[in-house]
């Protein structure tokens, strides 16, 4: 039964490109706290087993307790001040093992080791700060680059259809049907963002025939159709844009091959172009446009199922019938909210 599908994993497995992104990931993350674990490890060896009693091997062993530094700014430049802070913690513990196991009698060198494991916690927390607050001006930046796209994609609605909020709606209508694929949050991100994008080429659509409200010639059809591409070539000139720059671009594909600009196929069409086209198509039925009335929600699901395996994935189809209705009126009260807060 259809009311059994909202848990169903992914109908389809990442590809071997994805496998090797996610264990390459899961490795560098693992693999920063194994250096860690190694490198701290190794200054606690060393550190414990070279005598101090030849001038030439305390030299060495002075040189390792400035390595004890070392661990703490690494974790800071990983994983910010929590990370520093652990690690500056365990750093400090080992330090002061060694200097009860051999504490010296000599009163300056018990005032060094003093400043010294207190200049960890200086150092660690220092650079964990520094580091936290520069991944807060990051995370800044990329919420400022958001609110540019979504002013520019805004500006365009509005031109077109005569409203801001298409592009946002599809935006979380599409993710509402990613999530029920179990995709990663990286591909979840990228899938977004070319939901928001999909008609920023029309920019390059004139006027006349961009908000032209009778059929189309030829000549005009074969403009309007040249703006995935166009969208593409401007998405993908920003890196971090390049995943959404795939969706862009094939968001007028269609399932059995009949769409544009490329004529793809079944899977060759980009899986987050599949979940994309079910949803533009409900929002245009369900919208006020100048040519049609809106339909109900009820009969938006029926043509689209109606669309399974020539328009549409069917797979993906079967999913969108199981969203709930509830959700997408969510989608539509918290998007129409926040444009009117943003108005103000």
């Known amino acids: 039964m259809m009311g059994s599908l909202p848990w169903r994993p992914r109908f389809e497995p990442p590809s071997p490109e994805k496998d090797i992104e996610m264990q390459a990931a899961t490795i560098r993350g693992r693999g920063k706290i194994i250096v860690l674990i190694l490198f701290t490890g190794l200054i606690t060896l060393f550190h414990f087993l070279i005598p101090t009693d030849q001038h030439s091997f305390h030299v060495l062993h002075i040189a390792l307790r400035k390595l004890y530094f070392l661990p703490p700014v690494m974790a800071a430049a990983w994983y910010g001040i929590r990370g520093a802070v652990y690690v500056t913690l365990l750093t400090s513990l080992l330090f002061s093992l060694h200097a009860i196991l051999d504490w010296p009698g000599n009163y300056m060198e018990q005032a060094n080791q003093g400043g010294e494991l207190v200049s960890f916690w200086v150092v660690g927390l220092v650079a964990g700060w520094l580091f936290s607050r520069e991944q807060c001006h990051l995370r800044d930046l990329v919420q400022a680059n958001e609110e540019t796209l979504l002013g520019l994609v805004s500006a365009l609605d509005m031109k077109e259809h005569n409203t801001n909020l298409h592009s946002q709606r599809v935006r979380q209508y599409t993710l509402l049907l990613a999530d029920r694929f179990h995709l990663d949050e990286a591909e979840k991100k990228a899938i977004g963002f070319g939901a928001l ?81 079910v949803v533009d198509v409900y929002d245009a039925l369900t919208s006020i446009r100048p040519y049609r009335t809106p339909v109900s929600h009820e009969e938006a699901l029926a043509e689209i199922g109606k669309g399974s395996g020539g328009h549409f994935d069917p797979q993906v189809v079967e999913v969108f019938l199981t969203l709930p209705r509830q959700e997408f009126d969510a989608i539509n009260a918290a998007v129409a909210a926040d444009s009117m807060l943003s108005t103000l």
Do not use: Q, W
């Open 197 to 277: 994008l999909h008609d920023v080429g029309k920019i390059a659509v004139p006027d006349h025939i961009l908000l032209k409200s009778t059929p189309f010639t030829g000549e005009e059809r074969r403009i309007m159709n040249e703006h995935p591409a166009v969208g593409y070539n401007i998405v993908n000139r920003i890196k971090f844009l390049r995943g959404a720059a795939e969706i862009v671009h094939a968001h007028h594909e269609r399932f059995d091959g009949s769409g544009y600009p490329r004529g793809l196929k079944g899977k060759d069409i980009p899986f987050g172009a599949r979940l994309f086209a």
